[in-house]
């Protein structure tokens, strides 16, 4: 199989066995990557379980493209029932980048699937055939990096790719990340606490068999063709420009100003500092820089590195020294414990709000949440909740259910204006819905608050592509709105930023950008890079072909554009059929009510709020054209079976649940 490894790995730590399964069972329907995942799921996952369950599935996947010289073809799937998601757990997904994800193709394996729960801790070694479930006890503890280096060491070669949980992860805390190298890590979702609680400690993975490519020449001249053409997500396309020209990412990307806070430069940790460009496997973008400063940890450093930093304290500029090298480290610490560092962004402005309204105080918590940003802050807030101490034990629960518990939820969380404890981001307080943090504010674009309200968690871990267009580009609007016919069918798919609109057009662009990030997660390609909407050569609209050119010239398989387009629909209605019989309903498929209720301020994006009315009946737009049930949300038998999914209305009619 071109482009395929062939083999699905199963794990049951349970049982202590393993065993293989053919790809080609689910290639031609499903392709790989979250299409895998969400096939054995549906197939085999009770709608009840807890994510905690030894028999709950953890998935790792990669697609047919990963491997090969496709530029930003290096992503990991993790997939699962998520611990995090609110009000209930769902089944969604996360990704990671580096070279853990090729490293287990060239192992012989196109996806890995774990179920059961170890009698102690554990770790798996994965070496081409040989799979080991080896003994983690000694381990056990280690924070992420220590994991990493200590596994490598046990099986004897550092050319090995580690994944690893912290203490956070061991813990069960419900945002517990999964990390890869320094800089890379399986963020939104707690898949880390899945791992904890099948006490698996680490996955180490050593490939030899490489991957075989029915047109060599025609990837090469296809990566040729797109590598000066992609427009860097979050950049603008004179932005993209400049960045292929001296791959400075920090100095020249819109991401360096605003919101990369000011002092990166200051230290030097920019350019200067930079020993060398990274990035993930065979990827010719290499966005990440090496730098080596005196006074901080040398190593790997994205362009979210001090971005991320900035959020855990959302606050910017920061106030003196002492509170920007606290920022850097509790990012640090963040990764090490293994804590989704995105989670701060909306649990530090409700503490600061229920602190200044008395609510909370520093003596009862344990937490000088009064000293914020400073470092006695964020370091005992960290250790607090990766060990479940004290009040870390209710935060350890994430956001939502910790307001829940404190009894603030609605209140003083979902239906307040946290914007004067969120510092210089976007998103009063971070909270974007289903138990998530808010990324990109809906009220500027309503084709975001549609995606953020129709998925299982936030949506940007795959979907950037509208913000892409119309906040990022640089591009005028009349411009913008010329691009749009071209990608989304209308001009009228966009609005200019803070002027929502709430049309069938602006639904219909929603349902094809969420075909193509299914695509993406199912190739598996990076949502920085695709899809290319926009051209940096041409300074117009991008070539939405290539991965269906990509996937042609790998696989052997002649895919057209409109082909792997309705795989993407095929994809989604699977993943909407798992929400319903996890008792999802066109009323969950909101936002908070702080969105309708308050304008958005920042200067960058002035918004008035959503209007209810107007979005329930955006709402139905979308039904309708998806071919779902207005009244219910629920897929239509009719549409079920046009993509090949007649077992899964099947399934939902025994259940009740079709439209």
Same mark, same amino acid.
């Given at each position: 199989?071109?482009?395929?490894?062939g083999?699905?790995?199963?794990?049951d730590?349970?049982?202590?066995?393993?065993?293989?399964?053919?790809?080609?069972?689910?290639a031609?329907?499903?392709?790989g990557?979250?299409?895998?995942?969400?096939?054995i799921?549906?197939?085999?996952?009770?709608?009840?379980?807890?994510?905690?369950?030894?028999?709950?599935?953890?998935?790792f996947?990669?697609?047919?493209?990963?491997?090969t010289?496709?530029?930003?073809?290096?992503?990991?799937?993790?997939?699962?029932?998520?611990?995090?998601?609110?009000p209930?757990p769902?089944?969604?997904?996360?990704?990671?980048?580096g070279?853990?994800?090729?490293?287990?193709k060239?192992?012989?394996?196109?996806?890995?699937?774990?179920?059961?729960?170890?009698?102690?801790?554990?770790?798996?070694?994965?070496?081409?055939?040989n799979v080991e479930?080896?003994?983690?006890?000694?381990?056990?503890?280690?924070d992420?990096?220590?994991?990493?280096?200590?596994?490598?060491?046990?099986?004897?070669?550092?050319?090995?790719?580690v994944?690893?949980?912290?203490?956070?992860?061991?813990?069960?805390v419900?945002?517990? *990340?999964?990390?890869?190298?320094?800089?890379?890590a399986?963020?939104?979702?707690?898949?880390?606490?899945?791992m904890?609680?099948?006490?698996?400690?680490?996955?180490?993975?050593r490939g030899?068999k490489?991957?075989?490519?029915?047109?060599?020449?025609?990837?090469?001249?296809?990566?040729?063709?797109?590598?000066?053409?992609f427009?860097?997500c979050?950049?603008?396309?004179?932005?993209?420009?400049?960045f292929?020209?001296?791959?400075?990412?920090?100095?020249?990307?819109?991401?360096?100003?605003?919101?990369?806070?000011?002092?990166?430069?200051?230290y030097?940790?920019?350019?200067?500092?930079?020993?060398r460009?990274?990035?993930c496997f065979?990827?010719?973008?290499?966005?990440?820089?090496?730098c080596?400063?005196p006074?901080?940890?040398?190593?790997?450093?994205?362009?979210?590195?001090?971005?991320y930093?900035?959020l855990i304290?959302?606050r910017?500029?920061?106030?003196?020294?002492?509170?920007?090298?606290?920022?850097?480290?509790a990012?640090t610490l963040?990764?090490?414990?293994?804590?989704?560092?995105?989670?701060?962004?909306?649990?530090?402005?409700?503490?600061?709000?229920?602190?200044?309204?008395?609510?909370?105080d520093?003596?009862?918590?344990?937490i000088?949440?009064s000293?914020?940003?400073d470092?006695?802050f964020?370091?005992?807030?960290?250790?607090?909740?990766?060990?479940?101490?004290?009040?870390?034990?209710?935060l350890?629960?994430g956001?939502?259910?910790?307001?829940?518990?404190?009894?603030?939820l609605?209140?003083?969380?979902?239906?307040?204006?946290l914007?004067?404890?969120?510092?210089?981001?976007?998103?009063?307080?971070?909270?974007?819905?289903?138990g998530?943090?808010?990324?990109?504010?809906?009220r500027?674009?309503?084709?975001?608050?549609?995606l953020?309200?129709?998925y299982?968690?936030?949506?940007f871990?795959?979907?950037?592509?509208?913000?892409?267009?119309?906040?990022w580009?640089?591009?005028p609007?009349?411009?913008?709105?010329?691009?749009?016919?071209?990608?989304?069918g209308?001009?009228?798919?966009?609005?200019?930023?803070?002027?929502?609109?709430?049309?069938?057009?602006?639904?219909?662009?929603?349902?094809?950008?969420e075909n193509r990030?299914n695509?993406?997660?199912?190739?598996?390609? *990076?949502?920085?890079?695709?899809?290319?909407?926009l051209?940096?050569?041409t300074?117009g609209?991008?070539?939405?072909?290539?991965?269906?050119k990509?996937?042609?010239a790998?696989?052997?398989k002649?895919?057209?554009?409109?082909?792997?387009?309705?795989?993407?629909?095929?994809?989604w209605?699977?993943?909407?059929?798992i929400?319903?019989?996890?008792?999802?309903?066109?009323?969950?498929?909101?936002?908070?009510?702080?969105?309708?209720?308050?304008?958005?301020?920042?200067?960058?994006?002035?918004s008035?709020?959503?209007?209810r009315?107007?979005?329930?009946?955006l709402?139905?737009?979308?039904?309708?054209l998806?071919?779902?049930?207005?009244?219910?949300?629920?897929?239509?038998?009719?549409k079920?079976k046009?993509?090949?999914?007649?077992d899964?209305?099947?399934?939902?009619?025994e259940?009740?649940?079709?439209?």
């Amino acid at each position: 199989m071109y482009g395929y490894a062939g083999r699905i790995l199963r794990v049951d730590l349970t049982e202590g066995k393993t065993y293989t399964v053919s790809t080609t069972t689910y290639a031609d329907r499903f392709l790989g990557g979250i299409g895998f995942a969400d096939k054995i799921y549906w197939d085999e996952a009770r709608p009840d379980m807890d994510p905690f369950d030894p028999e709950s599935l953890l998935f790792f996947t990669v697609g047919p493209l990963t491997g090969t010289l496709v530029p930003g073809s290096a992503r990991t799937i993790v997939a699962g029932k998520s611990p995090i998601t609110y009000p209930r757990p769902a089944y969604t997904r996360s990704s990671f980048g580096g070279e853990w994800g090729p490293e287990l193709k060239f192992a012989g394996y196109d996806c890995l699937v774990i179920k059961g729960k170890a009698e102690k801790p554990v770790y798996l070694w994965i070496q081409d055939d040989n799979v080991e479930i080896r003994d983690a006890t000694r381990i056990w503890g280690a924070d992420a990096y220590a994991t990493q280096d200590l596994v490598k060491r046990e099986v004897g070669d550092e050319r090995a790719q580690v994944v690893a949980i912290g203490p956070a992860g061991e813990k069960l805390v419900r945002f517990a *990340c999964i990390i890869h190298r320094r800089a890379r890590a399986a963020g939104q979702g707690g898949f880390g606490a899945v791992m904890g609680s099948k006490n698996l400690k680490a996955i180490a993975v050593r490939g030899t068999k490489g991957v075989a490519v029915a047109d060599p020449e025609g990837v090469l001249a296809l990566r040729e063709y797109v590598t000066p053409r992609f427009v860097i997500c979050c950049s603008s396309i004179e932005d993209s420009r400049r960045f292929h020209a001296t791959r400075d990412h920090w100095n020249i990307t819109k991401m360096a100003n605003p919101w990369i806070p000011p002092f990166i430069k200051k230290y030097g940790l920019d350019s200067r500092g930079r020993v060398r460009n990274t990035g993930c496997f065979a990827c010719p973008i290499g966005c990440h820089n090496y730098c080596e400063v005196p006074g901080f940890p040398g190593g790997e450093i994205s362009c979210l590195q001090w971005w991320y930093a900035n959020l855990i304290t959302n606050r910017s500029p920061l106030p003196d020294e002492k509170a920007e090298r606290a920022t850097w480290e509790a990012k640090t610490l963040a990764d090490q414990y293994g804590l989704n560092a995105y989670e701060f962004m909306q649990m530090i402005p409700l503490l600061r709000a229920l602190h200044a309204d008395g609510i909370i105080d520093d003596e009862k918590t344990g937490i000088p949440i009064s000293k914020f940003p400073d470092r006695e802050f964020m370091v005992t807030l960290l250790r607090k909740i990766t060990y479940r101490e004290g009040f870390g034990d209710i935060l350890a629960e994430g956001t939502w259910r910790a307001a829940e518990k404190l009894g603030v939820l609605e209140e003083h969380f979902l239906k307040r204006d946290l914007g004067e404890f969120s510092g210089s981001y976007f998103v009063s307080g971070g909270a974007g819905g289903h138990g998530f943090s808010g990324h990109y504010d809906p009220r500027a674009f309503i084709l975001d608050a549609l995606l953020w309200a129709m998925y299982s968690r936030d949506p940007f871990d795959h979907a950037h592509e509208d913000t892409n267009l119309v906040f990022w580009s640089g591009l005028p609007f009349e411009e913008q709105k010329k691009i749009a016919k071209e990608i989304y069918g209308s001009e009228n798919a966009i609005h200019p930023i803070g002027k929502p609109e709430y049309d069938e057009d602006k639904a219909r662009a929603v349902i094809i950008i969420e075909n193509r990030a299914n695509v993406k997660d199912a190739l598996t390609l *990076c949502d920085w890079l695709y899809p290319m909407i926009l051209d940096a050569v041409t300074g117009g609209v991008g070539d939405l072909t290539v991965e269906s050119k990509f996937f042609t010239a790998v696989t052997g398989k002649e895919m057209t554009y409109e082909e792997l387009l309705k795989i993407g629909e095929r994809l989604w209605n699977l993943e909407r059929a798992i929400m319903v019989t996890e008792g999802r309903t066109r009323k969950d498929d909101t936002l908070p009510d702080l969105y309708f209720m308050y304008p958005q301020k920042a200067p960058e994006i002035p918004s008035p709020p959503i209007d209810r009315e107007k979005f329930e009946e955006l709402k139905t737009h979308y039904y309708r054209l998806r071919g779902w049930d207005p009244s219910t949300g629920y897929p239509t038998e009719e549409k079920l079976k046009e993509l090949g999914l007649e077992d899964v209305a099947a399934k939902l009619r025994e259940m009740g649940k079709i439209g």
